[in-house]
């Protein structure tokens, strides 16, 4: 077996020998598809918009630097925390709690920094030690769970106009499966802007009530503006030294749960492009740039940041696994942020279109994790292997909302994902494997069987 890494059937690593105009628009896809939920976030928070794509953009070039350029990761707004930001800034009748945002920000800052202490007791005990709780049979089912646990927000969002999303859905399968050259390689693309138009069309210019789309937002909407308001970040808006103690010990322990997503996505971005990114270029430099990315982020009034799952759909779909394409979409979302206009008619965009798009992109996440567990052969034969996997896939999948764990005034709300990594980890921990070694965790990724896990 070649000690180099597999390279599949039409895949595309460096995207420069498709030329800058393609590339650049694959990059375009990209940022489209982290769009709608990277600022649905601040919709629900009350957090700036246009700080958010900032923060987005400026958070996965910062991610690429300390990862070596190698990981072809987008770093979106994370979910984790929105209970978090409701615990401490609520809504006030629908409007942000401006008061208090500073504060939330702060609190998720500080739980940004210990992804900073994992990746220093992974760079100082190493990778070997710490894979050893992340066999196949524990990530494979994680990463399934992290594409069917985001589907029921596909379906809510197709069902706010199912003409569209099934436009938007059948121009998608049609352009990658029979799609020739460029159409092949953008079909997310080809899948918003086809759908789009038909929403203009039907409803815009024919008059039917339910396609058309309201332009008010991007007429009022100015071309140029700053992204961020100096009162909103941590710097101009936390004056209150004991709100801010408690807004840290209420945030930070989410960030146990959300560093165990962490994982599950680089180990569901390396099955995708068939490269061991755990190992190179390291666990510690993911983590160290998802950290950082969100600690910058929180400072300057921006949502925490996380690796998404949307982006790694479009890498499957695509076969383009060059990071490239992916900064190109930060430095997208970077300009958007200085263009309120631009910003407006990408949120002008249906619901309904994303979810069509959202049905794809989710489908193939599950996809993935499904192929990681094949290639790696995990015997389900074996008590334990059902045991673990069943236990991910119930917990992700059942346990609606999560835990919240109240302590005196302290709530601490944990994903249902994290919870069933948590458990997964634990249950292989108990009932170990004799058969297994982190040596040959991912030999179905990187088709070889001397990995270093110590360098």
């Not at 595309?12 to 393609?22: F, N, Q, S, T, V």
């Not at 979910?79 to 629908?94: C, T, V």
């Not at 807004?247 to 962490?262: F, N, Q, R, S």
């Amino acid at each position: 077996m070649s000690d180099k890494p597999k390279v599949g059937v039409n895949e595309i690593r460096d995207a420069r020998e498709l030329g800058m105009p393609k590339m650049v628009t694959l990059g375009f896809q990209h940022m489209f598809a982290m769009f709608g939920a990277t600022v649905t976030v601040p919709l629900l928070t009350g957090l700036s918009v246009s700080t958010t794509l900032l923060c987005a953009g400026l958070a996965t070039i910062l991610f690429h630097v300390l990862t070596k350029r190698k990981v072809p990761a987008f770093l979106g707004s994370s979910f984790a925390f929105l209970a978090g930001y409701a615990a401490i800034a609520p809504m006030i009748d629908g409007q942000p709690n401006t008061e208090m945002l500073p504060y939330a920000c702060l609190g998720v800052a500080f739980a940004g920094i210990l992804y900073l202490v994992l990746a220093a007791c992974i760079k100082i005990a190493g990778i070997k030690r710490i894979m050893k709780f992340f066999p196949p049979v524990v990530t494979g089912p994680i990463i399934m769970a992290i594409g069917l646990s985001l589907s029921p927000s596909a379906i809510a969002n197709c069902s706010s106009n199912w003409c569209l999303a099934v436009v938007a859905l059948v121009l998608v399968i049609i352009a990658n499966v029979f799609g020739k050259g460029m159409i092949k390689i953008i079909p997310i693309l080809i899948g918003i802007i086809g759908s789009y138009l038909v929403a203009v069309i039907a409803g815009n210019v024919l008059g039917i009530e339910s396609f058309a789309i309201d332009f008010t937002n991007v007429e009022q909407a100015a071309w140029i503006g700053l992204p961020i308001e100096w009162s909103h970040t941590v710097f101009g808006g936390v004056h209150d030294s004991g709100i801010a103690i408690g807004a840290i010990i209420a945030i930070m322990p989410i960030a146990l749960a959300t560093m165990m997503e962490h994982i599950g996505d680089i180990s569901a971005i390396s099955a995708t492009c068939n490269r061991n990114f755990l190992t190179d270029p390291g666990l510690h430099r993911t983590l160290l740039g998802d950290g950082l990315g969100t600690i910058l982020a929180s400072l300057f009034g921006g949502p925490a940041n996380t690796t998404y799952g949307e982006n790694t759909g479009v890498l499957a779909l695509s076969r383009v696994y060059d990071p490239r394409v992916v900064r190109i979409a930060a430095y997208f979302a970077i300009a958007m942020s200085f263009c309120p206009k631009f910003a407006a008619l990408i949120t002008s965009i249906p619901m309904s279109i994303v979810g069509g798009i959202s049905f794809v992109l989710y489908g193939m996440i599950s996809a993935i994790g499904v192929r990681n567990v094949v290639e790696a052969k995990v015997d389900f034969s074996k008590t334990r292997n059902t045991l673990i996997a069943g236990v991910i896939l119930v917990v992700a999948l059942g346990l609606t909302g999560g835990i919240t764990i109240v302590v005196g005034e302290i709530s601490i709300t944990l994903t249902a994902l994290a919870i069933a990594s948590i458990a997964g980890i634990v249950l292989n921990v108990i009932f170990p494997e004799k058969d297994f070694s982190p040596e040959n965790a991912f030999e179905s990724v990187t088709d070889s069987k001397q990995i270093n896990f110590d360098e």
